[in-house]
């Protein structure tokens, strides 16, 4: 029996994925020198059971889709944060008797890689034996797995004649969890209690039945207790209906032909998934990439990557990183897990599934007590918001090498993540936001980048200016593209996004975490880079200020409890992706466009893709909407002045 | 006299009925997508009765749906608030659910390129007031600016314009004002909602799509007029009400879903000519499978659509769903050795490969074929000759040697998977609505409808299903069976504990006063039919449910209403936490008094009761998984009251019915089948 707070303190560095990884490390080979022979990699039979038949196989994988859908469904509509019901910033699943999931919602990467480490992590506290029907277990312990504290994971076994059939999941993102900063982001925490209330697994229902003591120790320790309490229910919901339709499920197959069938979609997804592998050429790509300061200190971190494709398993090797930093950028290793696979889907067919066979090709070595498995007390709250995207990064620099035509330029790979709160005059009330922004992904070697919501949420929807006035003391007052962002190419990145954020009422206190400030993403093959994030604040008289300039804090981008006054602006500029190959070889069609849309400037379109001035100053005495709507204003003003 | 006129993808069809003699005929005509009037011409033409002597001529158009799926639409600005020019462009942020991990994934290009998107100054906050007045001049400049490049019609979204539209307002009397040939759609009228991005997409719809429409009723209505049409042009809308023509011009966004709105509307009259109120209707094509639900009698409808994976449309229309699942999906192995049906299907052409027209790979209908359920001389009134070597060829190939099972077995899984595929389409919508699909029957329309209800029903456990007289003309049908409908939303947001009931009364009965006012301008002079409903929540709770209000507006009982719903939909509900209201939803019936008498029905044959039947055949039974002997029927021949018994096969004139061996059938008055799935005598 682990005695609770060990649990709640476990160092990543004793937890491992899968054999594979453990005994690499444990024989402290280089990556080089592990051998080519297959008695490394975990062998199983992955024919399909001769008991299966593909028809059937098909038939229960869309029924257990339909099914997270549902629960899915039921989260959404009963959710009373907006980082719930708007940002949908949450993944269910459900996982089979053994914990290795089976079918999953398919827009959190971070939420979906650290599900299954959760989930086993809170049904291991208590042992099967000591768990009922009926029992539903929370928890938000994240150095036993969940991403970091603001989300919480909830486990409902479903039990079918005294026996564990399915266990289903949920991890959500809550508006608070407590901690020093409203919102449970800070950027310059320097251990993880500061980040808030760390639960360990517990029961919040025991058969059924609400735990009213655990309830009032969680909701105590969030200043947002009405709202959680609410979200905490969305989630019991979605289990409970989930658990239903399992249910419905059971009746028509039954326990042993379900059993068999979860299994069969498992290897169906590994068949799949070592098939795609095997078209990335064997070999050992390196790559790494620097984190631009950790929010406590200015110094930069080094994520050191070293990849190897080994016919159809995939190594990813993070020996000689840098050490666990002093700020909160820290990954706890199901992060870091989490973003490999990231990565490596990204290269592979969408449409497989990606449950535990999916992931079972993927290796990862990451020693205990570095920024890409840090141990306790390290703090960790941006480890799954940004670090996350810095390590899908490397990995992605690592397999361009391999198979450019299948990945894409660097990206502008943070989250811009605005958390804080306060206060509202009216009633007295905490209220809190969480706040993040689409940003450039890198150029394809065909195509354009796009701009969405950074790797580790590709689903996470932004908030509307009309969600984000009416529920917080905020006026949006632009969210738009950011010209010129891109990384210029023959093909180029993404755009940024821009937001800026007037206070209207009162003082707001925010807290930062984002990345990008200091190296931008770079262009590749004669492509140019994006252009670094800013985040600013702009006085009254507009004069634009950053935090550090305010508060002298370390990080411009990192930091918490900056006050800003009324009238006062928060600015958000979105890194852009970079581009891919060299400018001049922009098709002119494209070119054009981009000038007629104003998605880059006069200058640019001549001095780096090389447009004639003449036909530049055209185009936009043509169809600048700035420019027209500026030579208006500026007439009206001269008639007045 | 009516005529309903129904245009689909292959064909326009024609359901005429007589209102006084009770008479009805049908017909069919190959439909003209170049110019979609031809064939509606054509087919009154071919009908042989003067147009002249119609009373109303009601249109199930796809012209809409096609304009935005096509992006065929005209050059379309939008005009918006400082600041927020991008809106179109952000969405929010995110990729589909099924592109999460694909890094090459090509975002959807808005209807409205950035140039022409301009934004102006003007501004309100969130409570509505006017924080920074209307720039008219810079309004004017934006108009010419649009116009200079070629826009046709132009959207106007300003921030909070669901609070306070009096900037829209003055918007759109400017732009009016201006003589410029540009059509407006603003989005206070269009979708007076909150979340800015749903309502500009909404709008731009509206203005991308609308003088194409008018153009298209322009026309239509003109060439009817030539030959002498005096009377009602009414269009279909989403709703499952029509609205005049003038109004469709002036707001086709309503009708987005006009083309299978009218499948959905002869569900709800065939439900009530068996006696069923719980009614969900499939139509089962060639390429697409459509569902809709009738729930205590009355139309199910939605305010979420979707253009493409990540463009919503979110106006009041009917819940209709609609996957790429039909007759002619064809079946494939990925590459992880799993059989998939669709969504890519063989289309008319080359069609199944028993259409011996060189289609080479297996399709829903060739495994039908290859299960007996559809004989040589069914498809197409018995004009195309079936190949069932080339069925067989094809899924042999295709699918038994790579996956090691016989043909037949083969067969029968693409038919379950394909049925499988369209049961999560029907469990996502009743799970949505909150309803048990085991407390309905099935309508089942289309030329697949009927030879898949069986095994949709099983899925559910639903014991009853209707197949109606001419299920191939089900939407046609319903056109003449529709009510004049008109919808309206209002936001007004209050808390029934803080705020009571009163002001919220006040204001349903003006929007109300509205809807019926609306009504009346369409034409309809008596008493209407009035429904008024809340979208209600949780304070705090972002996700609204729709609350059917009685015609007393009181606190406690909305308080109490919302509860129970709630509970119904997610298994629990908080009375003690504070009931919101969002916004106020009112509809306006004109009844359409003919339409009971105007169900399409079929001429029962003369057949005598248990009479034997025509042929028999081999026909695959999947429970025993194995040949069996069937019958096969005739449907013109049987006679009111004639019983078939599982497995057999009624042969109609557009579709056929599969009965599995646990079935019974009865042919009722009207010459409908009704199947029953439980009687096993």
């Known amino acids: ?641 | 006299m009516l005529v309903g006129i129904d245009v689909g993808g292959t064909f326009t069809d024609f359901v005429v009925v007589d209102s006084e003699t009770g008479e009805q005929r049908q017909h069919k005509v190959p439909s003209t997508p170049a110019n979609p009037a031809d064939a509606v011409v054509n087919g009154l033409t071919d009908l042989g009765i003067p147009i002249r002597s119609y009373d109303r001529i009601v249109h199930g158009t796809t012209v809409a749906t096609n304009t935005i799926i096509q992006r065929s639409g005209v050059t379309t600005g939008l005009i918006t608030t400082e600041g927020h020019r991008d809106t179109l462009a952000i969405r929010r942020g995110t990729k589909p659910e099924r592109q999460v991990f694909n890094n090459q994934w090509v975002e959807p290009e808005p209807l409205v390129p950035r140039y022409l998107r301009l934004d102006v100054r003007e501004r309100m906050n969130a409570r509505g007031e006017v924080v920074v007045e209307l720039d008219e001049d810079e309004l004017r400049l934006a108009v010419e600016h649009l116009v200079e490049h070629g826009a046709e019609a132009v959207a106007v979204c300003f921030l909070f314009s669901y609070l306070n539209d009096t900037h829209e307002r003055r918007a759109e009397e400017i732009i009016g004002a201006m003589d410029v040939p540009i059509d407006v759609s603003r989005s206070s009228d269009i979708l007076p909602q909150w979340r800015e991005f749903e309502r500009s997409v909404t709008t731009v719809a509206d203005a991308y799509i609308k003088p194409v429409m008018r153009h298209y009723i322009d026309e239509l209505a003109t060439r009817l007029d030539d030959q002498g049409f005096s009377r009602d042009l009414l269009i279909m809308r989403s709703n499952g009400g029509v609205m005049t023509a003038a109004s469709a011009a002036e707001r086709p966004i309503e009708t987005f879903l006009s083309g299978p709105a009218g499948g959905v509307v002869a569900g709800m009259y065939y439900g009530r000519q068996v006696g069923e109120a719980n009614v969900i209707t499939i139509d089962i094509g060639g390429t697409s499978f459509d569902a809709a639900m009738i729930s205590e009698g009355r139309l199910s409808t939605t305010t979420e659509s979707w253009i493409d994976d990540v463009t919503p449309l979110n106006i009041a229309m009917l819940d209709i769903r609609t996957i790429g699942a039909g007759g002619g999906s064809i079946a494939w192995i990925d590459a992880g050795g799993a059989l998939k049906v669709g969504p890519r299907s063989a289309g008319a052409d080359p069609g199944p490969a028993c259409y011996g027209r060189g289609g080479s790979e297996p399709t829903v209908t060739d495994a039908n074929v290859v299960l007996g359920r559809l004989g040589a001389k069914t498809l197409l009134g018995g004009r195309l000759e079936i190949d069932e070597q080339a069925a067989r060829a094809a899924i042999d190939r295709h699918v038994a040697k790579p996956l090691g099972l016989s043909v037949e077995a083969a067969a029968e899984g693409i038919v379950r998977i394909c049925v499988a595929n369209m049961a999560a389409e029907l469990k996502a919508m009743t799970a949505e609505q909150g309803v048990n699909p085991r407390d309905f029957a099935i309508l089942a329309g289309g030329g697949g409808g009927p030879l898949h209800a069986a095994a949709l029903a099983a899925e559910f456990g639903i014991a009853r299903v209707i197949v109606p007289a001419f299920p191939g003309l089900l939407s046609a049908g319903g056109l003449v069976l529709s009510d004049l409908r008109v919808d309206r939303l209002k936001s007004f947001r209050c808390r029934l504990e803080r705020d009571g009931a009163d002001a919220l009364a006040a204001a349903a009965s003006d929007l109300v006063e509205e809807v019926v006012e609306a009504l009346h301008s369409e034409g309809y002079q008596d008493e209407p039919v009035v429904e008024v409903s809340l979208d209600m929540k949780y304070s705090g709770q972002n996700w609204e449910i729709r609350v059917e209000v009685p015609t007393t507006i009181d606190a406690g009982e909305l308080r109490r209403r919302f509860d129970e719903t709630h509970h119904g939909l997610y298994g629990f509900s908080l009375p003690g936490h504070t009931h919101e209201v969002l916004s106020i939803r009112a509809t306006a019936i004109g009844p359409n008094s003919a339409a009971s008498e105007s169900v399409p029905r079929r001429t029962p044959g003369t057949a005598a009761t248990d009479r034997p039947p025509s042929t028999s055949r081999r026909m695959w039974d999947d429970a025993k998984h194995q040949f069996v002997d069937g019958s096969v029927y005739a449907w013109d021949d049987m006679g009111e009251g004639a019983t078939v018994r599982g497995p057999a096969i009624i042969e109609g004139m557009d579709s056929t019915v599969w009965l599995p061996g646990d079935g019974h059938a009865v042919v009722d008055e009207y010459g409908n089948v009704i199947v029953d799935l439980k009687a096993r005598t």
């Not at chain 1, 042993?256 to 979609?265: A, H, I, K, S």
């Not at chain 1, 990345?515 to 994006?530: D, K």
Request: with cysteine.
């Open chain 1, 1 to 641: 029996m682990l005695f609770p707070s060990d649990a709640v303190v476990r160092s990543g560095g004793a937890v491992y994925f899968d054999d594979t990884a453990r005994r690499m490390a444990e024989g402290a080979l280089g990556i080089e020198e592990l051998p080519e022979d297959a008695e490394w990699f975990v062998q199983r039979d992955l024919e399909p059971s001769p008991d299966s038949d593909p028809i059937q196989l098909e038939l229960i994988a869309g029924a257990l889709r339909s099914i997270w859908i549902e629960m899915q469904l039921t989260m959404t509509r009963t959710a009373y944060s907006p980082v719930f019901y708007e940002g949908e910033d949450y993944t269910v699943a459900i996982f089979d008797a053994h914990l290795d999931r089976v079918s999953q919602r398919e827009g959190f990467p971070s939420q979906m890689g650290a599900m299954q480490q959760a989930v086993r992590a809170g049904i291991e506290m208590f042992g099967w034996d000591s768990i009922d029907d009926g029992d539903v277990v929370v928890h938000n312990s994240a150095l036993i797995g969940t991403p970091h504290l603001p989300e919480f994971c909830m486990i409902k076994p479903v039990f079918r004649d005294g026996q564990v059939a399915v266990v289903l999941a949920t991890i959500a993102h809550h508006a608070d969890v407590g901690g020093v900063a409203p919102g449970g982001m800070p950027g310059d925490s320097t251990d993880v209690h500061q980040e808030g209330l760390i639960l360990p697994p517990v029961k919040l229902f025991r058969q059924g039945k609400p735990d009213p003591e655990i309830w009032r120790v969680i909701l105590a320790n969030t200043r947002t207790a009405a709202s959680s309490y609410g979200d905490f229910m969305a989630m019991y919901g979605s289990l409970v209906t989930g658990e239903r339709r399992i249910n419905e499920l059971l009746d028509k197959y039954g326990h042993d032909t379900l059993r068999l069938y979860m299994r069969e979609l498992q290897k169906y997804s590994e068949r799949r998934m070592r098939a795609a592998i095997r078209e990335i050429p064997n070999g050992i790509y390196r790559a790494e990439i620097l984190a631009d300061d950790d929010g406590v200190t200015a110094d930069p971190h080094r994520i050191t990557m070293a990849l190897r494709v080994f016919a159809e398993d995939v190594v990813v090797d993070f020996r000689g990183s840098d050490e666990q930093a002093a700020g909160p950028i820290n990954c706890p290793l199901a992060v870091s897990l989490a973003a490999c696979a990231n990565a490596v889907f990204n290269l592979t067919d969408p449409s497989i599934p990606h449950n535990q066979g999916a992931f079972a090709p993927i290796h990862v070595i990451a020693p205990a007590g570095t920024i890409v498995n840090c141990d306790y007390p390290a703090p960790l709250s941006a480890g799954n918001t940004e670090t996350h995207n810095l390590v899908a990064e490397v990995v992605m620099a690592g397999l361009r090498q391999a198979v450019p035509t299948l990945t894409m330029a660097p990206t502008g790979a943070t989250t811009g993540l605005i958390t804080g709160g306060g206060r509202r005059e009216a009633d007295d009330d905490f209220y809190t936001f969480v706040l993040w922004e689409p940003t450039g992904y890198g150029a394809r070697l065909q195509r354009d980048g796009y701009m969405i919501t950074t790797w580790v949420a590709p689903q996470a929807r932004q908030f509307p200016t009309e969600v984000v006035e009416t529920e917080q003391p905020w006026r949006v007052l632009r969210y738009e593209l950011r010209k010129d962002s891109a990384g210029a190419g023959r093909t180029r990145g993404g755009l940024g996004l821009v937001r800026e954020y007037q206070v209207v009422d009162g003082e707001q206190v925010v807290n930062s975490i984002a990345h990008y400030h200091r190296f931008a993403a770079q262009g590749v093959e004669g492509g140019m880079g994006g252009k670094p994030l800013e985040v600013r604040i702009r006085t009254v008289d507009g004069d634009e200020q950053t935090a550090v300039d305010r508060t002298g804090c370390v990080s411009p981008a990192k930091f918490s409890g900056v006050k800003i006054g009324p009238g006062e602006c928060l600015v958000v500029r979105m890194p852009g992706g970079g581009g891919w190959g060299s400018p001049t070889e922009r098709s002119p069609t494209a070119l054009r466009s981009d000038l007629r849309d104003e998605l880059i400037s006069r200058r640019v379109a001549i001095e780096v893709y090389g447009l004639a001035p003449d036909e530049a100053s055209e185009i936009c005495a043509r169809y600048s909407w700035e420019d027209k709507r500026a030579a208006h204003r500026q007439t009206v003003t001269g008639a007045v002045g």
